[in-house]
Each structure stands twice: as C-alpha cells, then as structure tokens.
C-alpha cells in the first residue's frame, strides 16, 4: 500500500482548484494504463480514417450523452491482423514495415487507431495518452498525447514511429515488450468520467499468426510425414 504524506495530499488539494490543475495531479499521481471498456467487440461505422482497417475488436466505452470512445490495434497495410484475447489485449509482431514512408522513417508492423464520437466540450474533454516504452507497467504519468478539439467526430490510425508523437525520440520497431493507449474523458471540473484502453504485446512467442497458406504448407507437410511412417510400418 502507498503511503499518503502530506505532500500528497496538498498535491491532491491544489488539483481541486481548477480543471486543468485536476488533469496534470491525475497524471502525477496515476497507475499503469490497463485494457478498459464497456464491450469489446464491433464498432459499427467505425474506419479509423482509412479503408480496411477492421472494427471488429474495439474497446468501446459509451457515455449517456452520446460520447463515444473506441481505441484498436491492428496490422499495417499487409499481413493478418493482429490476434488478441478477446479482453483488450493485442499481440504484435515485431519489426519494420516496409511501406512508405517506412523503412527511411521505420514504422512498426503494426499501428493503434482510435475513435471519438459526439465528443461535446462544454460536457467532456478528451485526452489520447500513448505509451513509447516497451517496458511493462509503465505509469500514466509517462504516456504522451493531448486533447481533442470540439469536433462531433474524430477518428485515424497512427504508428508509434510517426516522428510527431515525440520529437526527437527514435522509435525501435525491434523493441519487444508492452505498449498501452487510453482515451480517457474528463469532466468540465477536470475528474475522469470513463476511458477506453488497450495493450498491444510485441514481439512475444506466438505472436505471430500464420497465414492461411502458411498453414496450408504445414498441413502438407505433416501428411506428408505420416505418409511416411505408414509406409515404414508396412
């Protein structure tokens, strides 16, 4: 258990004063960023600024007055998409894409895509935060990101190696480890209302899928193998 000094709990005080002091204190004072949603599952209409990127494992938080929160991981341009265990968990290969403007700016295999809907400022507001770190566990306090303006809708993909998410810090697509992402709303006195997040576990054992043919050429060849051994046997 935390201990609780008396700075902390001025800390906690001043971040009563205004809204603004009440989201950078939550940050000081936050724990790692862990899967959370009202449903997992399909989030219809959702295409997350592009074409063919699936909807159909979103963390999906919604509120009363028609706000929106979905955030998903998937694979980038090529391959099968990524697997996840159905709880806000995503497993990603490791490795650089090779699709412009990767490999010369080197982007990860696969990208995090986020979704904001009836977002209504004088009711919310809505911070995207973005784990860099592959270490595990890593604290609130340490993601980067900022607000969303008033717009009904807003929505895209984005890679951790796009250079504007942290000027000046390299991102290794090799770096095996966990990466966290939450969109977490505010109310207009600056307490948290409600988050979508999710996990994505890089370059992990397993986290490989292999595609249909792949499976096929394995399928081949253990028939191919026990072929075999019957023939020996008779």
């Known amino acids: 258990?935390?201990?609780?000094?008396?700075?902390?709990?001025?800390?906690?005080?001043?971040?009563?004063?205004?809204?603004?002091?009440?989201?950078?204190?939550?940050?000081?004072?936050?724990?790692?960023?862990?899967?959370?949603?009202?449903?997992?599952?399909?989030?219809?209409?959702a295409t997350f600024?592009?074409?063919?990127?699936?909807?159909?494992a979103v963390a999906v938080k919604e509120f009363e007055n028609g706000l929106?929160?979905?955030?998903?991981?998937?694979?980038?341009?090529?391959g099968p998409n990524l697997a996840n265990d159905g709880a806000g968990t995503f497993f990603a290969p490791d490795g650089v894409s090779q699709q412009s403007p990767s490999p010369a700016n080197p982007y990860a295999l696969w990208n995090?895509?986020?979704?904001?809907?009836?977002?209504?400022?004088?009711?919310?507001?809505?911070?995207?935060?973005?784990?860099?770190?592959?270490?595990?566990?890593?604290?609130?306090?340490?993601h980067i990101g900022g607000a969303f303006s008033a717009l009904p809708l807003i929505q895209d993909s984005w890679n951790l190696g796009m250079d504007f998410l942290e000027v000046?810090?390299?991102?290794?697509?090799?770096?095996?480890?966990?990466?966290?992402?939450?969109?977490?709303a505010y109310s207009a006195a600056g307490a948290e209302m409600g988050r979508s997040a999710i996990r994505v576990v890089v370059g992990e054992p397993g986290n490989d899928v292999p595609e249909p043919a792949?499976?096929?050429l394995a399928g081949l060849a253990l028939f191919g193998v026990a072929a075999a051994n019957r023939r020996r046997r008779h």
């Open 1 to 45: 258990m935390q201990e609780i000094t008396f700075d902390t709990v001025m800390n906690i005080l001043r971040c009563t004063l205004s809204a603004l002091a009440t989201v950078a204190c939550a940050s000081a004072i936050a724990a790692p960023v862990t899967p959370t949603y009202d449903r997992f599952g399909t989030l219809p209409g």
């Open 112 to 142: 995090f895509a986020y979704y904001v809907s009836g977002l209504d400022t004088t009711s919310y507001s809505v911070q995207l935060l973005i784990d860099r770190d592959p270490a595990a566990g890593t604290d609130q306090a340490a």
């Open 49 to 56: 600024g592009g074409s063919g990127i699936p909807n159909n």
């Open 68 to 78: 929106t929160l979905g955030l998903t991981a998937h694979q980038r341009y090529v």
């Open 214 to 216: 792949t499976l096929a």
């Open 168 to 184: 000046g810090k390299a991102f290794d697509a090799f770096a095996a480890g966990e990466y966290t992402f939450a969109l977490v």
